[in-house]
């Protein structure tokens, strides 16, 4: 329990923040599920993948934004990374003063829904080497086989806003098809990015793999840790459209938000540095 002791705190916006675009899967979850909130919405797209650069980078990338978010009034963080969670939450919910939510891939959902016994999980390297996840497959995967497959060059596809191309659904393939012919019935999206790509999965796959997306559970674990908090906003006030940043130009992300949320927002470009990211660098495009 944090002591929050502005007394606006509950009118502050909830802070969300991806490497990139993939966020934006959990902003639009969470919008559903709490129409009243305001949200900051940061992707360190500079920087992205996140599954491929090592942990203390990592690690220093998602505090630095943490810290930025509360120096804007965030009362809550939502790391919409599984990768950043993996990696480095535990550290950064020391460091913060503010409630943090993490995300991670949903491995008891599919060990409860498996009849096959047999699940996939596409993720980055990053989170399917991390500590975290192999202690959720040591909780949660009982007699259920996890097939795992690092998602290489998905992230920079849909950053790209390439969710559909020959090249993205060929890619896709040499992914699933092992774990079909593996007898797979249920697939879990590891990375906030992937439900992005829904559609292409959905047809190479057909209705053989059920998918497990956890952006859903993530907006009700915002919503309870609000309330234990005091930190719901008062039903009936305005609320502002999501303002958006990035640590980039921005233009992927305005593109991914009209497209996917039909949201015309402005994307304001921000330097955040961090030990590593001197802030020269962080200029660069």
Known sequence: ?????????????????????????????VRAQLPGESIVYVADSLYAPYGERDDAFIAERTLAIG???VTQG????VVACNTATAQSIAMVRERLSIPLIGVEPGIKPAASQSKSRVAGVLATQVTLRSARFQSLLE????D?????????????????????????RALLRSYLQPMLDAGADTLVLGCTHYPFLDAAI????????????????????????L???????ASGASVDLPR?????????????AATLLHLDAAVERVVIPSPSTAAPDSEAA
């Open 74 to 77: 965030a009362k809550m963080l």
């Open 244 to 256: 958006f940043y990035s640590t980039s130009d921005g233009a992927h992300l305005q593109q991914l």
């Open 1 to 29: 329990m944090h002591d929050v002791s502005d007394l606006t705190a509950p009118h502050a916006p909830i802070g969300v923040f991806d490497s990139g675009l993939g966020g934006l899967s959990v902003l639009r979850a």
């Open 139 to 142: 909780r949660y995967a009982a």
């Open 202 to 225: 959905r047809d190479i796959v057909g209705e053989r793999m059920a998918l497990i997306d956890t952006s859903v559970a993530i907006a009700r674990q915002v919503e309870r840790v």
């Open 67 to 69: 810290q930025w978010l």
């Open 227 to 233: 309330d234990q908090n005091g930190l719901r906003a």
């Open 144 to 168: 259920c086989r996890f097939i795992c497959q690092p998602g290489h060059g998905l992230v920079q596809a849909i950053e790209r806003c390439d969710v559909g191309s020959a090249e993205l």
